[in-house]
């Protein structure tokens, strides 16, 4: 390509060239190097004037040396007159930062687009966004190349008998990633959720509704009706329903009969107490309380014919309430829904004893029988507030590091569910990176204890593998292979100590991208399947 330049950064010299092969061309040739304190220097060997430059650096071990080494070069770019710089990142760093989990967060991962701008970049060429909405972030366009046909094909090529397979999603904000690939290959698809709730320090929901399923029948209310709450005829059950309580049919009729025509009556006549036989029309008939004080004072006679809506006196046959007969209950289990218990990222069995704090958690109530279980839960609480994403209701989604943080807890129990029918299939575990093993070898483990499936691939786009999670990937039993791309760069002596470890080669990918852009032509035709 006339007119053209590309430049390798320190971190994916290897990629560079092989896109530079597939190119025709050698990369441009520029020195990088650091000071003694760290700094880093800069210096183009060639002339870069109204020439269309490209500018290939990606992640790496040491991610900021790497972002500082990319911006100093665009602007030397910008410095020398280029005529158009673009930036290809493989991987754009901090992307998992594209968003604040807190009052105080920062969303870096528009600072690095700020940042970009900044230095002088035209334009993005990237691939497998953490997030699509991060292109927003840019001044420039951003093309966001996808890895999946890339999967697709080799899945297709590679994987015996991937038509009766499920792609499975390890988290709930990947399911939109999965759900894109199973369609592409026409699968069924799953999900795994962890609960991470379960067995925490706060006496919050857990310990009030075993105080509350601790409340015995119906007849244990009927002995003591004065812990009822009357008003206008409605109260609260212990699921959070408002029930009426309305009278039988029976009582109905009865009190159709004794309740006179009603009339408008001034409101301070509804208080007046009729004692006497004699009473004025607009008062009820034989004693019997106005309708509206029904709710509110008991007819003095118990052996008289009225009745008010919250009579118990005779104890009855058991009756269900109005609101069960308009909902309908079952006791169906939802199918293709497996459960097991996690403790410190693996699947333990039913039988394993509960580590110390969920017991810890129990037992509170026990050793205090006499507290008031709300005023409990409300000072825990306080003392021990749970975290919510900008004090709502409800996390964000929850990034690698969050999710390892109940896996290292050893007196942590978490619940671990899958949803979806993978016994005796092959699973494709997919998210769009690999970092920290926990959460892949936690999703592999119930899809294989729990759901049966015979075979396991873990599949991203962006192999990180921060500190010895790739080791620990390959000593997974219930993981048999691992499939990433060159996108981040990976050691060699890595890569081949771990046999279960297959690299997609993502210079085609790139190199067409750069040509089409070169030349101005649509890049739709990178984003469609192959199907040879």
Known sequence: MRNTLIFAGSSCPALTGQICSNLGMAPAAVELSQFANGETSVKILTSIREKDVFVIQSG??????SIMELLILISACK?????KITAV??????SRQSKKKSHRGAITARMLANLLDVAGIKHVITIDLHASQMQGFFRCPVDNLHAE????RWIRHNVPNWQEAVCVSKNA?????????ADALKLN????TTDKKRGGVNMTTSMIMNRLDGFGPETELDSDVSKLH???GSHMSKHGLKLELKPLPAEREEQKLEQPPQETTPPRQTHTRQDSSQSSPRKSQQGMPSPRRTAHHQSPNPNTSTRSPLHRAQPTPARSLPIQEEIEFTDERARD???GRLVQGHIVPDDWPSPTQSAMSASQILDRPDEDPMEMSRNSSFFNPEGHALGGTADATATSDEEEEGFNDPTLEQMITLVGDVRNRTVFIIDDMIDKAGSWIAAAECVVKRGGAKKVYCIATHGLFGGDSLEELQDCDCIDTILVTNSFPISPEKARATKKLVILDLSNLLAEAIRRNHYGESISALFTHTYD
């Open 173 to 181: 904000g990947g399911t939109k990633r999965v759900t894109s690939l």
């Open 149 to 152: 046909p890339l999967i697709a």
């Open 230 to 232: 009357i008003g206008s």
């Open 89 to 94: 990142l493989p991987y754009f760093p901090y």
């Open 79 to 83: 410095g020398g007159s280029a005529n």
């Open 189 to 192: 698809f799953g999900i795994v």
């Open 337 to 339: 829904i497996t459960h």
């Open 60 to 65: 790496s071990s040491k991610i900021n040396d």
